[in-house]
């Protein structure tokens, strides 16, 4: 079966490290290429997450410029593609993965999560599009220009975007760049669902009603994201997962649970893969792109048809794609 990944982390600990990481295989990060190829990979969306303050302390690290950053970590990929022409090409639309398909490839994704290098600026959003980021993370855990976070306080869970927010959002949705609203506050979400003219997706999000994380989606919002086109993105990070967001343990079992209500709230096309590979920590059944199939077993023997998994593994997200990227 092969799969579309909404959302790792991998690119961070690649960019932020000492060392020469190699992207095609190595055992510092649970993703790779030859680990993706070994899964059945389709594409693998790579996310450029701008470090916190507390991130560039916590690795005893000088805090980088964001933009110096990005290209960094957008060298690094394309440099690390360039290598391993055989196994994995760039893609900026549908018709590019469908063409790195037939041509036996692989296809990787640029993103950014957090939208606060965009600092106000429509030309920073043309810039990064030029780059190659198809997708934007509106908000990582702060405020930025774009608007709020998801937050256990409860006034700013309900602040929406700021007016240059809108702004961004119809031009995104002009150039061709999908918005993600994982990370956003509800407030934001909100405001989303009723500025954006395209589907919007939420890349690494869960169901509020199995696990109450402020990071998670309550029903109405997954029946909206549905109704606009979008998808969800399951997450496999444990706080995300458990109703206790204590808990440190990401199981296929609660997986599989998420999922279920998310199809029965949503229906069958909302529902796609957002991993959090290499940004997430604790006990994980899936802590291996290439065990990805597993969850697709699971749910083989939870009684989905290969049809229902096949939505989930890739077609749901390459619809959005090809409705959104250009």
């Not at 990481?21 to 030859?34: G, H, R």
């Not at 693998?44 to 470090?51: C, D, H, K, S, T």
């Not at 604790?282 to 939870?302: H, Q, T, V, Y």
């Amino acid at each position: 079966m092969k799969f579309i990944d909404l959302h790792c982390d991998t690119l961070s600990i690649l960019a932020l490290s000492d060392e020469e990481i190699s992207l095609k295989s190595n055992d510092k990060t649970s993703v790779d290429f030859e680990r993706l190829k070994k899964g059945n990979a389709l594409a693998q969306f790579f996310a450029i997450y701008l470090p916190s303050e507390a991130t560039y302390e916590r690795l005893k690290k000088e805090p980088m410029d964001d933009d110096e950053y990005i290209l960094k970590s957008v060298k690094i990929l394309k440099e690390a593609i360039e290598e391993n022409p055989d196994l994995i090409a760039m893609a900026y639309n549908a018709e590019d993965i469908k063409r790195n398909k037939a041509e036996g490839k692989m296809s990787a994704i640029l993103t950014i999560e957090d939208g606060r290098s965009i600092e106000g600026k429509l030309e920073k959003i043309k810039q990064y599009y030029d780059l190659g980021v198809r997708l934007i993370t509106l908000t990582w855990n702060h405020e930025n220009s774009l608007g709020y976070p998801n937050s256990k306080d409860p006034e700013i869970m309900k602040k929406g975007l700021k007016a240059f927010g809108i702004e961004a959002i119809e031009y995104m949705n002009d150039l061709g760049i999908i918005v993600d609203v994982s990370h956003l506050s509800d407030g934001g979400f909100y405001d989303v669902a009723r500025v954006s003219k395209r589907p919007f997706i939420a890349s690494h999000s869960n169901a509020r009603a199995i696990s109450p994380h402020q990071r998670n989606l309550t029903d109405e919002m997954i029946k909206i994201i549905s109704d606009k086109g979008g998808v969800v993105g399951l997450n496999f990070c444990p706080p995300f997962l458990n109703q206790d967001a204590k808990g440190q343990d990401s199981t296929i079992e609660l997986m599989v649970k998420h999922l279920n209500h998310i199809r029965n709230v949503g229906g069958e096309d909302v529902i796609a893969l957002g991993s959090d590979l290499d940004g997430i920590g604790g006990n994980l059944e899936i802590d291996s792109c290439d065990k990805i199939p597993l969850l697709f077993k699971a749910l083989e023997k939870a009684g989905w048809s290969s049809r229902l998994i096949e939505k989930l593994a890739y077609e749901n997200a390459l619809r959005v794609i090809g409705d959104v990227m250009k």
